[in-house]
């Protein structure tokens, strides 16, 4: 976990390098003593290697302190003079967060709801249509279906406002154009493991004991069919978050996504890096918590 | 069809209407991204006057914000996406394929270590790196590109000649291409590692063995033509995927560039244009629909060939 953790960065920093152009090179007529104090201030001095190592925070900076990732420093923004990569990550990934956690629950809870019904009712009309209906939703990207709904329901039909952030209303369109096609793929998966479990021997015999069928579908069956979607919740918080990406800019919401997109734009070398590591950490660690919880769902796990 | 299919495929495709479906309608926009140029002749990068005309029957699609032709401007869109997903799909395959094949047939530590690497991989996020290294290596590559100029074959007086000035605009079109094909073939590698690994220790593998075959033949000869069918079917899968990915880049201002357009840029300029006050719906709609069509007939193409090759693998 911490090996992939490394790599991201390393791989991250110098790819960076590789951009053409510095984060000051824009701005003309920048005279030589000004610019090298200004890369100094930033920490931008020195060979790749140099810099790779005082971002790291293994080797002194200009002034002579150890001030790198391993002290928690995510330096300063080249860009947004004087603010602190720290503080403008810390002021947009709450609202990142808020968005991806609606859009997670809506997932889960739908497409779960879905693919069971679509699996009691197998090969019905309803399963038929379900499933035709969740292979269209999974292949139309999110950036088609988010500008379709603003279109219909923010222009059309005035139900919504069509972008920002601010009010619970502005966050019912970014989450269901982020979560529609993982309610899709979950349904999917939730259909194909319930009716995997609908026909194993412990249904039979909890049948034949005369329980009623929603007993046995809510209480027995779900709770072994809802193991492969618990392993793909950790995947799903991935996609999402990188999904919220173009949802984000869709929607004018001021997340964290947007940092990504503008700090290449603007060449602003601790802003990428720094947006890279955070959301890297995250997905590690969502993967760890979902390997945690998994473990504690199926006691044939810890058995083995 | 040949005979490495189980067979009756080709029969079994054709009762599902789904498939046949969608297989014409990939037909269709296949002619129309590339023979329709022909039929439709308007410059997909001819600015006019003409602003955001709605659809009329000299522009069926309208105009956008320069007066270029959105007919041609969507038939050129399906033009890049398509070429992208298709060689980056291609790559994806001859790397995956090689890959799995390996690792399945040599087994052992080399196998486990191989896997171990993909799964590394798999946790990196793919599409993070994808930008960080398309915006890295595009000015260099162009750089690079810039004045290259060289003649690689003389016949007579016909000369073939490389010239790197005039790819200078497609670079980015390139590096997509590559890094989308080096990215996408996990998948592939673990499919093909697991059947490879179902499949050598078969008889007609042994026999071959026990005949002396050296492993180059016993891999092509014998264990390839079995993998095609599950190598065609990831293959319409991937398509679509590599097309996702594509778009996805050019909608976020980071893939395709003007004055070339895909269907990602077109849909980033369509959802610019739509707001409270004006909307011009028919620059995000048309390319809309002819996306979302196309992604649905390639994924439900795939799904059918999946059915009708592993009749195991449906419900």
């Keep these: ?304 | 069809m040949n005979a490495t299919h189980p067979p009756g495929v080709w029969s079994r495709l054709r009762k599902n209407p789904v498939a046949m479906a969608a297989l014409i309608l990939l037909g269709l926009i296949l002619a129309s991204a590339f023979l329709g140029p022909f039929v439709f002749r308007a410059d997909p990068h001819l600015t006019s006057r003409e602003q955001f005309v709605p659809p009329s029957l000299a522009h069926p699609f309208g105009t956008d914000n320069n007066g270029r032709d959105a007919l041609a401007r969507v038939m050129e869109g399906a033009r890049i996406s398509l070429l992208v997903g298709l060689s980056g799909a291609l790559i994806s395959l001859v790397v995956g394929t090689t890959y799995g094949l390996v690792s399945g047939y040599v087994g052992g530590r080399t196998d486990s270590t191989m896997m171990r690497f993909v799964e590394i991989l798999y946790s990196v996020p793919r599409l993070i790196i994808l930008i960080l290294a398309t915006a890295a290596f595009d000015h260099r590559f162009k750089d690079w590109l810039n004045g290259v100029h060289f003649t690689f074959l003389k016949i007579g007086s016909i000369h073939w000649t490389f010239d790197g000035t005039s790819m200078v605009g497609y670079t980015k079109i390139i590096i997509l291409i590559l890094s989308l094909g080096l990215i996408e073939w996990l998948t592939m590698a673990r499919i093909v590692r697991g059947q490879v690994l179902s499949l050598k220790n078969l008889q007609f593998v042994s026999a071959a063995r026990a005949l002396g075959q050296s492993h180059v033949k016993i891999i092509f000869r014998h264990l390839f033509p079995n993998l095609l069918s599950i190598v065609i079917i990831y293959l319409t899968l991937t398509i679509p995927a590599v097309i996702l990915d594509e778009s996805f880049l050019s909608f976020l201002g980071l893939g395709v560039q003007a004055p070339q357009a895909s269907w990602g840029t077109l849909l980033s300029d369509g959802s610019q244009v739509i707001n409270p006050v004006k909307s011009f719906w028919w620059l995000l709609l048309f390319p809309a629909a002819v996306m979302s069509v196309t992604l649905l007939a390639l994924n439900f193409l795939g799904d059918a060939l999946r059915d009708a090759l592993d009749p195991r693998s449906r419900h």
């Excluded at chain 1, 173009?246 to 700090?263: L, T």
């Excluded at chain 1, 979902?290 to 796990?301: K, M, Q």
């Design chain 1, 1 to 304: 976990m911490l090996v992939v953790l490394f790599c991201v960065v390393t791989v991250t920093f110098f790819l960076v390098q590789l951009m053409p152009g510095g984060p000051f090179s824009s701005e003309r007529n920048i005279p030589e003593v000004t610019m090298k104090q200004l890369l100094a201030r930033f920490n931008l001095n020195g060979t790749p290697w140099e810099k790779y190592t005082i971002y790291l925070g293994v080797r002194p900076n200009a002034s002579g302190h150890y001030s790198g990732l391993l002290e928690g420093d995510l330096q300063l923004s080249t860009k947004y003079r004087n603010r602190s990569v720290k503080e403008l990550l810390g002021n947009s990934l709450p609202i990142s967060g808020m968005l991806g956690l609606s859009a997670f629950v809506l997932a889960t809870v739908a497409g779960v709801w879905l693919g069971t019904i679509a699996a009691v009712r197998h090969n019905t009309p309803t399963d038929t249509t379900a499933m035709l209906a969740a292979l269209g939703l999974i292949s139309i990207p999110t950036f088609v279906t988010g500008p379709v709904l603003v279109l219909v329901f923010a222009i059309w039909i005035r139900l919504f406002p069509v972008g920002g952030w601010g009010s619970y209303s502005c966050l019912v369109l970014p989450s269901i154009t982020l979560a529609g096609p993982y309610i899709a793929y979950i349904a999917r998966l939730m259909r194909t493991s319930l009716l995997d479990v609908l026909s194993q021997d412990f249904i039979r015999t909890a049948r034949a004991k005369g329980l009623d069928e929603n007993r046995v579908i809510y209480k027995h069956a779900l709770k072994v069919a809802i193991l492969p979607v618990v392993s793909f919740l950790g995947p799903l918080a991935a996609n999402l978050f990188t999904g919220s990406l173009v949802v984000e800019m869709i929607f004018n919401i001021p997340g964290a996504g947007s940092f990504f997109v503008n700090s290449i734009l603007n060449n602003d070398p601790f802003l990428l890096e720094g947006s890279v590591i955070v959301y890297c950490t995250l997905l590690v660690l969502l993967n760890v918590f979902v390997d945690v919880i998994y473990t504690f769902l199926d006691s044939r796990i810890r058995l083995e």
